[in-house]
């Protein structure tokens, strides 16, 4: 029987398992040993040669690689029953980049549906943190207390691999006390009381010969450790232990779900939480280099004073991807997700500085593109008296252009259409002011005497047409024809109406005080002769 995948490197479970294994096969209860440890340190060929299971090897002559990915697992059988083997992806690989979760996944999982765990430790890794596996079993213990806090008794199986010349009684001495140091700092639930961690588990501490160079040794040693193991799992005492080999399938798919729901083992890894910090201070720089940066403060001054500022997308685009690049080249060895991340928050804080100046210098640029439509607009009804031949998209155009010289390359805003949207109400609206108002004049034959007048006043027509009309119509329907644009009007237009309906109602009493001096003067009599 081959080694089937149980849940594959990307954490998904095997449902055809039980097919793979053909568990339906078996009718004894079976035993579950799994093993785990850290990468490329011989678990497998310790699995291989302690139960003649068939799992990949690491091959030296190639190098130090990755040789299990996963979780896998083979059914072993014997006369004393069968038993079901589970060989674990290495924990620290470099092919995960310092993820640590699944490593975390697969120790609880190991812990929480085997009988026997195996840690595979070498010698020379004892005294160490990491390399010994410590952080990784402190972890599976806590959450092992919170989330799977049952009476089922484990046996940690410690087997410290390639023997030196510490006496194997120092070797367990120190590992004993730094597992009992371990577990003193693993606090579980109060309701856990005698069934505390510390007493659901027993302890076991082997050693090994190396096995290249003392392998009659290591393989006699590995055989003793198997009879131990299958006298251990098989006895009476462990009967009420073990599964059946149907009801390991779903047993099994239960915990792996519970496990990849736990938030406990969402932790990021060390390699994670140094870039979040790195890069999170090299984005704060260059953003407080950004508000500061000579050039980016000149822009802001010449906007803020009116100055037109040529190719103003441009110049702010090339400041931001300035300070961009120099976050990127001093974050290149930093984890990338986490890099990136945090690029784009410095992107959207930059565009938040920048933003106020873009949205000033499109409100001056729409009024000025306006402005000039006014004043053409104004030429044609001079002489003309309708805008007959005005085109709209000129000036939407020459509109389109400016916004496009002003566009920032990083931004995803929406300012232009919305500049772009009100400057065609804006001309929509005074085109048809003219046209309906007109109409009006037309009515009474007044058009050329109207626009006559505007034009002799002077200033801006469209805004003059708007103050005569309204000081020459008297309430009531006829004026229905201009309230819809002075409804609409700007607040600068509103408050031209007034000053210039004052002023010409002021010109109109000084019209009837020359028609009153006209009717007062004296009345000479008339000569014979022209009698």
């Given at each position: 029987m081959k080694p089937a995948t149980l849940i594959d490197r990307n954490g998904n479970f095997n449902i055809k398992i039980e097919e793979n294994l053909n568990l339906a096969a078996v009718v004894s209860p079976v035993s579950v040993v799994s093993i785990i440890g850290g990468q490329s340190s011989g678990k497998s060929t310790l699995l291989n040669c302690m139960f003649g299971t068939k799992f990949p090897e690491m091959d030296a002559a190639s190098g130090r690689f990755q040789a299990t990915k996963g979780i896998w697992v083979e059914k072993i059988s014997s006369q004393e029953g069968c038993t079901?083997?589970?060989?674990?992806?290495?924990?620290?690989?470099?092919?995960?980049?310092?993820?640590?979760?699944?490593?975390?996944?697969?120790?609880?999982?190991?812990l929480s549906i085997s009988e026997v765990v195996i840690v595979?430790?070498?010698?020379?890794?004892?005294?160490?943190?990491?390399?010994?596996?410590?952080?990784?079993?402190?972890?599976?213990?806590e959450v092992l207390l919170r989330r799977f806090s049952t009476p089922r008794e484990v046996m940690l199986l410690f087997v410290l691999r390639d023997k030196t010349d510490s006496p194997f009684e120092v070797?367990?001495?120190?590992?004993?006390?730094?597992?009992?140091?371990?577990?003193?700092?693993?606090?579980?639930?109060?309701?856990?009381?005698?069934?505390?961690?510390?007493?659901?588990?027993?302890?076991?501490?082997?050693?090994?010969?190396?096995?290249?160079?003392?392998?009659?040794?290591?393989?006699?040693?590995?055989?003793?450790?198997?009879?131990?193991?299958?006298?251990?799992?098989?006895?009476?005492?462990?009967?009420?232990?073990?599964?059946?080999?149907?009801?390991?399938?779903?047993?099994?798919?239960?915990?792996?779900?519970?496990?990849?729901?736990?938030?406990?083992?969402?932790?990021?890894?060390?390699?994670?939480?140094?870039?979040?910090?790195?890069?999170?201070?090299?984005?704060?720089?260059?953003?407080?280099?950004?508000?500061?940066?000579?050039?980016?403060?000149?822009?802001e001054k010449d906007v803020e004073s009116g100055e037109v500022v040529q190719g103003l997308g441009k110049k702010v685009s090339s400041l931001i991807d300035n300070y961009l690049s120099q976050y990127d080249k001093e974050t290149q060895y930093y984890c990338e997700t986490k890099r990136t991340e945090i690029l784009k928050q410095l992107t959207a804080n930059l565009l938040q500085v920048v933003e106020p100046t873009y949205l000033s210098v499109l409100e001056r640029m729409r009024k000025a593109v306006l402005d000039n439509f006014e004043e053409a607009a104004g030429q044609q009804l001079k002489s003309k008296f309708e805008l007959m031949d005005m085109k709209p998209n000129k000036f939407m155009d020459e509109f389109r252009n400016q916004l496009k010289d002003a566009a920032?390359?990083?931004?995803?805003?929406?300012?232009?259409?919305?500049?772009?949207?009100?400057?065609?109400?804006?001309?929509?609206?005074?085109?048809?002011?003219?046209?309906?108002?007109?109409?009006h004049l037309d009515k009474k034959k007044q058009r050329q005497e109207f626009w006559l007048r505007v034009a002799s006043i002077g200033g801006n027509v469209l805004t003059v047409s708007v103050c005569v009309a309204v000081a020459t119509l008297s309430a009531g329907s006829t004026a229905a024809p201009i309230m819809p644009v002075i409804a609409s009007s700007t607040a600068a237009i509103m408050s031209n109406i007034a000053a210039m309906t004052l002023l010409l109602a002021k010109n109109q009493e000084k019209e009837k005080e020359k028609e009153k001096e006209k009717l007062s003067l004296p009345i000479e009599p008339i000569s014979s002769k022209e009698a």
């Open positions: 079901l083997v589970i060989d674990t992806e290495g924990s620290d690989g470099k092919e995960r980049g310092g993820d640590e979760k699944f490593e975390k996944q697969t120790a609880l999982f190991a595979n430790m070498m010698c020379t890794d004892l005294g160490r943190d990491k390399a010994a596996g410590w952080p990784l079993l402190r972890t599976a213990f070797l367990k001495r120190q590992l004993m006390g730094e597992l009992d140091k371990l577990l003193n700092e693993v606090t579980g639930p109060q309701a856990q009381g005698n069934a505390a961690l510390g007493h659901r588990m027993k302890i076991k501490v082997v050693a090994t010969s190396h096995y290249l160079h003392q392998k009659k040794e290591f393989l006699r040693e590995v055989n003793d450790l198997r009879e131990w193991m299958i006298s251990y799992t098989t006895s009476d005492e462990r009967a009420t232990e073990r599964t059946t080999a149907l009801g390991f399938p779903a047993c099994a798919k239960i915990i792996w779900d519970e496990i990849k729901k736990n938030k406990d083992l969402n932790l990021p890894s060390y390699r994670i939480m140094v870039a979040e910090v790195q890069c999170n201070s090299i984005a704060g720089e260059k953003h407080v280099s950004f508000r500061r940066d000579k050039s980016w403060l000149q822009i920032i390359e990083q931004a995803n805003w929406n300012h232009s259409t919305k500049q772009l949207t009100q400057l065609e109400s804006e001309i929509t609206r005074y085109i048809q002011w003219v046209r309906d108002w007109n109409e």
